[in-house]
C-alpha cells in the first residue's frame, strides 16, 4: 500500500484520521477519495481508518532509524513519558475521586485544585513541544490546540478537560501522544512498559 | 552539637510552635488549616512533628531574613537539631517550608522542601537513591524560588531541566540563568533562601493562577495565607521514613486502617500513595489504630494522617477529614458513631445524604458463586456489562450496528479504536492501567471498563480470546463488572445490590423518624419484589399501559377499531384473562400492602397502527383517519378514552378482581386494592367510572362468593382537577398527584420540547434553577397542590394523599410533600431507600 500517490491534502486528511482515529459527519470530498483508494471506512455517520490507511499513514510519518535526529526525539519523548503518566493520572483525578466515587464536580475544591495541577503539566509540556517541533515541524500545531482546549475549560466547560467526545485537553493530548508513537515507531505496549521504567526512576 | 545542648526554644511572639497556638487564642484565622490540624493533634497530646506556623499577619515580614533566621532559630529549639546538622543515622536536616489559607483552597504554592542545603553540608555517607532524590526536591524548590522571587522565565527553567537531565551539572547554569535574567543572584545563604521562598510563595498566591483558583472556589480574592516551617531529614535509612493512614476501607466503608509507607524522606507536598502496606510499619500499626479512632471520634469525619518514623518512634504531620467520603463511607461511619456512643441515631441520618445513597444501588452482576471468571484487571471504570466479545474496532461497530450488545476486547487501545469503545457496552483491555488512555476515554463515554487483564491472550488470526483455561470465539457472551474489574464467561444477570448492613441500620432509624409513607411505582412482580425488598409500604402507582402492548395490541386495536360488536366483546374477554395473569403476579408480591391501580392511561395513539401495512380492511383505514389526533396527549387519553369505549375500564378491573380472588383462595396474599382513575377534570368523569368498576366487582364477587373490598380515587394531573379537589373528595377516598402532567400543564410546558429546546435557556439565564420535571415547582405547582390538599380535607379528613410522578423519589420534592402534608411519596423501585432518607430528612426540617 506504501506504493499509493497521494496529494499533499489527501495526505493530510488520512494522517490527521489516523491520528485522531475517527471523525463523525459526513465525508469531505477528500475522505471520499481516500474511501475509494480503500484507506478509509465510511460506517454510516462514522469515518475511520482501514488497516492499510494506518499502515500508509505509519509509513508516512516513521522516522527512519539512522534519521540524526532521532536521538534527539528519543531523548525529549523521555522526559515526555513521565509527563504523560502525570497527565492521565490528573484526567483519572478529575473522573474519579480518590476514594473511587464518580466525580460528579459539586466539589468546587477539589475540581479546583486539579484544574490548577493542569497548569504545571502545561508548562512542563510547554517546552518538550517546541524541542519536538524543532525537529517534526509537522507537531506544531498541537501548542495552540491545547491551549484551545484549556481556554474552552477556564470558560466553564468542564468537558473540555478530558471529554473524548470533543477535542479536549485530553483528547487532543492523546493524540500528541499518537503521532509521537507513529513517528518514532514505537507500539503501544513498548511505550507503556518505558513510561513504567522512567516513572520508577529506573531508565536512563 | 547534642539536642541537650540547646537553649530552650526562644518562643517569639510572631512564630507559633505547632501546639501552641490555641492556648495563645489563635485560630483558623490566623494559623490556616495546616496550623490548625497539627494544633489538633497535638492537643489530643499525639506526637506531631517539629515545626512552627508564620500566622497571617506576620506572613509579609517573613520575606525578611533576619525573621527567618529568628524562625530557623526556634525551630532548631524545637527540634533539637541544628538546621544542616547530621543525625545519628546519617542523615541531612533540612527545612520544608509550606502554605495554607484559613479555609481549604486549591492553588496554594507547592512546599519547598530541602531549603537550608548547601553542597559542603551533605554528608559523605549519604546513599545514592538519598542524593537523587534529595536534588529532585531541591531543583523543583530552586526552580519555584527563581521562576517566582526571582523572575526568571519558566520556560528558560523548563530548557535547562530537559538539557541538563544531571541535577549536579545543572547548577552551575541555573546559577547563571538567575544572575543574567532574575531580578538578583540565587541566595546562597540558609536565612535568605528561606526568606526567598517566603517571597515566591507570597507572589504565587498573588498570580493570576492563584487568583483563578479561588474565584473558581467562590473565595474572596484576598484570601491570606499562613506559612509553615518544619524540619525535613534527607534520609534512606530503613528505619525512617514517612507515609499515610486512612481510617476506613474505601471498598466496604467499614473501620480498618490502611495506606503505604515508604523509606526516606517527603520529596513534596503531595500524598504519595504508592509503597508499601501498613502492615509492614516498623512499630506496628497499634499506636496508627488508635489514633485514627479517636480522631473519627473526636471530629466525626473519616480520617485521613501523614506520619514520619524514625528512631525515635512515629510522628504525625498532617491530618486531614475527608470532606466527602463515599457512600459506603458515609453510612458505615454514620452508624459506628452511634453505635460508640459519640452521636445519636438522628444525627447518623441527618448527616446522610438521600442522593448519596443512590451510589450503593448502582447495578453489578448477581454472582451466585457459580459464575466462571475470565480474567481479573483493574475495575477501571465502574458499571457492569454483558455483551458479544468483538475483537477488534471494526468487528465491534458491525456488531453493534446489527443490534447486539458487544463488549471490546482489545491488547490495548489506540485513537483508532475510537469508534469500536463508542459503539461497545464495555470495555476490556490486557494491557494499560485504570489511568490509561482508555481507561480515560471510557470513563468519558460511561461505558464500564477493565483494563491491565494480563492474563488475556488475543489471536487476530483465529479470532478467538484466551484467558487461562478458557478459550472463547469472538461473538461469544462475556459479562464484566467495572467496578471490581473482574470479567466472567457467559452472560451474568445484571441487578442492583441489596442494601449493606450499615445502610440497612441507618434506613431503620430514617424510618422511625419520618412521617410521609414511602410506596413504589411498579408495574410487575419482579418491580414489586425489588420495591418490597428495598422498604416500600405498598404500590403507590401501578401502570396498565404494558399490558395493552405486545402481543396483545391486535385485541387493543379490535376494541379501538372494530365495527364489529362480537369481536369487540372477545377482544375485551381476552384482555381481561391476560391482565388476571400479569395482576396476578404483582398482588402475590405485594402481601397485605396496599397496591394502587391505574387505569389506562395512554393516549390512543398509541395502540394504532402506525403504517397503512397494518391495517386489516378499509373500515380499519376509515377509522384511523377518523381518530387522528392533533395533540394526542391531551386529547383522547386516560378516562375519556374509558368513556368511549365503556368496555376498557371494566375489562381491566375484571383481570384485577379475579387475580385478587386467586391470590386470596390461594392463600398467598391479601393485598389491599386500590382502583385509580387517571386524568380526571370533570367530578362526574370519575362518577362514571366508578359506576362501571361497582358493577363488576359485583358480578366477580356474585360468581366467586367473596367480597372484593377496594377504594376508588383519582389522579390529580390537571390544574381544574386541583382546585376541584373537594368535589372529587365526594367520591374519592384518596388523591395521587401525578406532578409531571401537572407541571406541564401549569406551566404550558410540553416537557419533551422544553427540555429539549428551551430548559438550557432557562437555566442559562436563571428563569429556573432546576427542571421543574426533575424538582417539584414549590412555588407554582406545589401551590396548587396545597390548594387541593385543603380542599379535599375539608370534604374528607382522613382522605388519603399521595404523589406518583417521577418527584416522588427526588429529596427536594419529597421536602414539598412533606411541608404541605400529603400522606406518602411513590417512587421507583430504585429511588426507594434515597425517599426513605429524604422523608426523615423533610420531616426532622419540617419539625425544626
Redesign the interface.
Known amino acids: 500500500m506504501s506504493d499509493v500517490t497521494l496529494t499533499e491534502e489527501q495526505r493530510e486528511a488520512l494522517v490527521s484520521l489516523?491520528?485522531?482515529?475517527?471523525a463523525r459527519g459526513e465525508a469531505t470530498a477528500v475522505q471520499q477519495s481516500l474511501a475509494d483508494a480503500g484507506l478509509i471506512?465510511v460506517?454510516?455517520p462514522?469515518l475511520?481508518?482501514t488497516p492499510a490507511g494506518?499502515e500508509f499513514v505509519g509509513g508516512l510519518l516513521r522516522l527512519p532509524d539512522d534519521a540524526p535526529e532521532r536521538e534527539r526525539i528519543m531523548a525529549?519523548f523521555h522526559?515526555f513519558l513521565p509527563v504523560n503518566?502525570q497527565l492521565?493520572?490528573l484526567?483519572?483525578a478529575w473522573?474519579?475521586?480518590?476514594?473511587?466515587?464518580?466525580n460528579d464536580h459539586s466539589?468546587?475544591?477539589?475540581?479546583?485544585?486539579?484544574?490548577?495541577r493542569l497548569?504545571d503539566i502545561d508548562?512542563?509540556v510547554?517546552?518538550?513541544l517546541?524541542?519536538f517541533t524543532e525537529d517534526i515541524p509537522a507537531m506544531g500545531g498541537y501548542r495552540a490546540r491545547l491551549t484551545e482546549a484549556l481556554e474552552k475549560l477556564?470558560d466553564g466547560d468542564d468537558a473540555w478537560l478530558?471529554?473524548?467526545?470533543i477535542d479536549s485537553y485530553?483528547t487532543v493530548w492523546?493524540?500528541l501522544?499518537?503521532q509521537l508513537l507513529l513517528t518514532i515507531g514505537m507500539s503501544?505496549?513498548e511505550d507503556?512498559e518505558l513510561e513504567e521504567r522512567l516513572v520508577a526512576?529506573a531508565a536512563e | 552539637m547534642s539536642p541537650s545542648s540547646w537553649a530552650p526554644p526562644i518562643d517569639d511572639v510572631g512564630l507559633v510552635p505547632f501546639g501552641k497556638g490555641f492556648e495563645r487564642g489563635l485560630d483558623s484565622r490566623s494559623l490556616c488549616t495546616r496550623g490548625v490540624q497539627l494544633e489538633t493533634l497535638a492537643g489530643l497530646g499525639l506526637p506531631v512533628g517539629a515545626g512552627l506556623t508564620i500566622p497571617v499577619p506576620n506572613v509579609p515580614g517573613f520575606t525578611s531574613p533576619d525573621r527567618a533566621k529568628a524562625a530557623m532559630n526556634l525551630l532548631e529549639g524545637i527540634a533539637g537539631r541544628a538546621i544542616s546538622s547530621t543525625t545519628e543515622s546519617g542523615g541531612l536536616v533540612l527545612l520544608r517550608l509550606s502554605a495554607s489559607a484559613p479555609v481549604e483552597a486549591a492553588g496554594l504554592p507547592p512546599d519547598l522542601v530541602c531549603l537550608g542545603l548547601k553542597r559542603s553540608v551533605i554528608p559523605e555517607g549519604l546513599g545514592a537513591q538519598a542524593r537523587a532524590d534529595l536534588a529532585a526536591a531541591w531543583w523543583k524548590s530552586a526552580a519555584f524560588i527563581a521562576e517566582h522571587a526571582l523572575g526568571v522565565p519558566s520556560d528558560e527553567l523548563g530548557s535547562l531541566d530537559i538539557d541538563y537531565p544531571d541535577a549536579l551539572e545543572r547548577l552551575e547554569p541555573f546559577r547563571r540563568l538567575c544572575e543574567e535574567q532574575g531580578s538578583a543572584p540565587f541566595p546562597t545563604k540558609r536565612s535568605q533562601q528561606v526568606a526567598a521562598g517566603a517571597k515566591a510563595m507570597i507572589e504565587r498566591w498573588n498570580s493570576p493562577r492563584a487568583a483563578r483558583a479561588r474565584k473558581k472556589q467562590n473565595l474572596p480574592a484576598d484570601l491570606p495565607l499562613a506559612l509553615h516551617l518544619e524540619t525535613v531529614v534527607v534520609t534512606e535509612h530503613d528505619d525512617e521514613g514517612h507515609g499515610y493512614a486512612t481510617s476506613r476501607n474505601m471498598e466496604t466503608g467499614g473501620f480498618e486502617p490502611n495506606g503505604s509507607f515508604r523509606h526516606g524522606f517527603r520529596l513534596s507536598g503531595e500524598r504519595q500513595m504508592s509503597g508499601h502496606p501498613l502492615d509492614r510499619l516498623p512499630g506496628g500499626v497499634e499506636m496508627l489504630t488508635g489514633v485514627l479512632a479517636e480522631l473519627e471520634g473526636r471530629l466525626r469525619s473519616a480520617i485521613t494522617v501523614d506520619f514520619e518514623y524514625g528512631p525515635d518512634g512515629l510522628v504525625l504531620v498532617g491530618l486531614e477529614e475527608l470532606r466527602r467520603p463515599n457512600a459506603r463511607v458515609a453510612t458505615s461511619l454514620a452508624v459506628d458513631l452511634v453505635i460508640r456512643g459519640i452521636t445519636g441515631e438522628a444525627d447518623a441520618v441527618a448527616s446522610t445524604d438521600p442522593v448519596h445513597v443512590v451510589e450503593l444501588l448502582h447495578p453489578q452482576p448477581k454472582l451466585t458463586g457459580n459464575e466462571v471468571t475470565l480474567a481479573t484487571g483493574l475495575g477501571a471504570s465502574p458499571g457492569a456489562a454483558v455483551g458479544h466479545l468483538a475483537l477488534d474496532s471494526e468487528t465491534a461497530v458491525e456488531m453493534a450496528e446489527a443490534g447486539r450488545p458487544v463488549i471490546l476486547v482489545m491488547s490495548e487501545t489506540t485513537p483508532g479504536d475510537l469508534p469500536g469503545m463508542m459503539a461497545a457496552a464495555g470495555i476490556l483491555t490486557a494491557n494499560g492501567g485504570s489511568a490509561s488512555h482508555a481507561a480515560v476515554v471510557a470513563r468519558g463515554m460511561g461505558r464500564p471498563a477493565i483494563c491491565g487483564a494480563t492474563s488475556l491472550r488475543l489471536d487476530a488470526e483465529a479470532r478467538t480470546l484466551a484467558s487461562g483455561e478458557h478459550v472463547l470465539a469472538e461473538g461469544d457472551l462475556i459479562s464484566i463488572d467495572g467496578a471490581t474489574g473482574v470479567a466472567y464467561v457467559g452472560e451474568l444477570a445484571i441487578e442492583r445490590p441489596s442494601a449493606s448492613p450499615s445502610l440497612t441500620t441507618l434506613l431503620g432509624w430514617a424510618d422511625d423518624a419520618r412521617r410521609l409513607g414511602i410506596r413504589a411505582n411498579a408495574d410487575n412482580g419482579a418491580d414489586a419484589s425489588a420495591a418490597v425488598d428495598n422498604g416500600a409500604e405498598g404500590i403507590g402507582l401501578c401502570r396498565t399501559e404494558h399490558m395493552f402492548l405486545g402481543d396483545r395490541l391486535p385485541f387493543v386495536r379490535a376494541v379501538i377499531l372494530s365495527h364489529d360488536g362480537d369481536a369487540e366483546e372477545k377482544a375485551l374477554a381476552a384482555l381481561a384473562d391476560a391482565q388476571r395473569e400479569d395482576f396476578r403476579e404483582l398482588l402475590r408480591a405485594m402481601g397485605d400492602k396496599p397496591v394502587t391501580v391505574r387505569l389506562l392511561d395512554a393516549p390512543m395513539h398509541e395502540f394504532l397502527p402506525s403504517s397503512a401495512d397494518e391495517l386489516q380492511d378499509e373500515h380499519q383505514a376509515r377509522m384511523l383517519e377518523h381518530l387522528h389526533e392533533e395533540n394526542p396527549m391531551l386529547g383522547v387519553r386516560g378516562v375519556r378514552l374509558a368513556l368511549i369505549h365503556e368496555g376498557l375500564y371494566p375489562a381491566q378491573v375484571e383481570g384485577l378482581f379475579n387475580a385478587w380472588v386467586d391470590v386470596v383462595q390461594a392463600d398467598e396474599a391479601r393485598p389491599q386494592l386500590e382502583i385509580m382513575i387517571p386524568l380526571v377534570s370533570i367530578p362526574d368523569e370519575l362518577v362514571m367510572a366508578l359506576r362501571l368498576i361497582r358493577r363488576v366487582n359485583q358480578e366477580v364477587a356474585s360468581r366467586t362468593g367473596l367480597v372484593i373490598p377496594f377504594s376508588i380515587g383519582t389522579m390529580v394531573e390537571t390544574p381544574r382537577a386541583a382546585l376541584m379537589a373537594d368535589r372529587l373528595a365526594q367520591w374519592a377516598e384518596f388523591l395521587s398527584f401525578g406532578t409531571n402532567d401537572l407541571t406541564q400543564l401549569t406551566y404550558g410546558f410540553s416537557r419533551d420540547d422544553v427540555e429539549r429546546r428551551m430548559l438550557g435557556t432557562y437555566l442559562e439565564k436563571g428563569l429556573l434553577t432546576a427542571s421543574p420535571f426533575a424538582e417539584l415547582d414549590p412555588d407554582g405547582v406545589g401551590a396548587l397542590m396545597e390548594v387541593a390538599v385543603a380542599k379535599a380535607r375539608s370534604v374528607r379528613p382522613d382522605i388519603k394523599l399521595g404523589i406518583c410522578g417521577e418527584h416522588g423519589g427526588d429529596p427536594r420534592s419529597i421536602e414539598v410533600c412533606e411541608r404541605i402534608g400529603l400522606d406518602y411519596v411513590s417512587a421507583s423501585p430504585s429511588r426507594i431507600p434515597v425517599a426513605r432518607l429524604a422523608a426523615a430528612h423533610a420531616r426532622a426540617g419540617v419539625a425544626s
Open positions: 489516523v491520528v485522531r482515529g475517527m471506512l460506517k454510516g462514522v475511520m481508518p494506518t525529549t522526559r503518566r492521565r493520572d484526567c483519572t473522573q474519579v475521586r480518590p476514594d473511587g466515587s464518580v466539589d468546587e475544591n477539589y475540581d479546583a485544585d486539579i484544574r490548577d497548569d508548562d512542563a510547554g517546552p518538550l517546541k524541542r477556564d478530558a471529554s473524548p467526545l485530553h492523546m493524540h501522544h499518537q503501544r505496549k507503556e526512576g
